[in-house]
């Protein structure tokens, strides 16, 4: 997902129509939380359409998923961010970024792009939080509607 040339350039993503290119980004964020790998409670938000910069806003799109991740017990996080770390590139994900953030609390970050899928993800280990938590941003890349259509908005 990322281009060296320019990364402002969202790739390109397909055809597709709104809320197909949603439904196939909210499967990413369920094999993510598949990925996470252990018991908890994920947000229940939607995922939503935005602009892709520079293009065409009636013909062209981008879904992105804001979700989170409360774990069960905080005591099962020891290590999330590691293991995702590892994990995610046996599944495809490219990690591009892993460190902390400047915030005060220093949350740690993972930046990851899956090519094959079209899709990055930034996780967020927000340990300082009561209750700690995972936030999490999965966005496609730039999808085109099929001739005729428009983009829906959601």
Known sequence: MTDDKDSSDLPSAGTSTSIAAADRTE??????????????????TGPGVTECDG?????????????SFVPESADQFGGVMERLKE?????????????????????LNLTADNDA????VN?????KNNP???????????????????????
């Open 87 to 107: 994990e995610l590139p046996k599944h495809g994900w490219k990690v591009v970024e892993y460190g902390r953030d400047t915030s005060k609390n220093q949350n």
């Open 132 to 154: 700690p938590k995972l936030s999490l941003m999965v966005v496609s890349g730039c999808y085109q509607v099929p001739d005729g259509e428009k983009v829906q908005r959601f």
């Open 27 to 44: 499967k990413v964020s369920s094999e993510l939380y598949d990925l996470i790998g252990i018991k908890g409670k994920a947000s229940d």
């Open 55 to 67: 293009k065409d806003p009636e013909k062209f799109f981008q879904i992105f998923h804001p979700w």
């Open 117 to 120: 899928k079209k899709h990055s």
């Open 123 to 127: 996780i967020s280990h927000r340990a």
